[in-house]
């Protein structure tokens, strides 16, 4: 199969790679770029647990050829915290037992990662729309909606 060059950043490092045509962003980032924070299921856009934000807006990688990809800013759950602080996000979900096997966080997480960017004080609502394409199988979803509601709380606390 042909192999295109693709450039893009990953958390704000510039990354450039040859991948095979046609092959998911998904693919490309776990087995090429080495970031293992992006999570693959259904591998068919129904799990969300790939969930990743590109230029700014909530993508699925299995469903993204890495080749569309060439000149973006991605962003995955391996470039949250910083050296020695989680993500505020990364906190609610750990404080609340928001995470059990944690399959789905990673795509949970940049669900509300994107929600928050562009709202960062959402309703219960906003957050059940957010997380509506993101399966977890162990929580009930509670705590997960309580972690986000939380995070956009500590969000406004140190902003204030
Ligand atoms: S692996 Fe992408 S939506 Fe399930
Ligand atoms: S914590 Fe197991 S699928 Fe969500």
Redesign the pocket.
Known sequence: MARVPVQFTLNGEEKAEFVESGVTLLKALRDKIGDMSVKGGCQQGTCG?CSVIIDGELRLSCLTLAESCNGAAIETTGGLAEPGALHPLQHAFADGF????????PG?IMAAKALLDRNPSPSREDVVEAISGN?????GYEP?IQAILDASRANSLSVA
């Open positions: 647990s928001a995470t059990q096997c944690g399959f789905c966080t949970m399966i977890c199988r162990c929580t997960i």
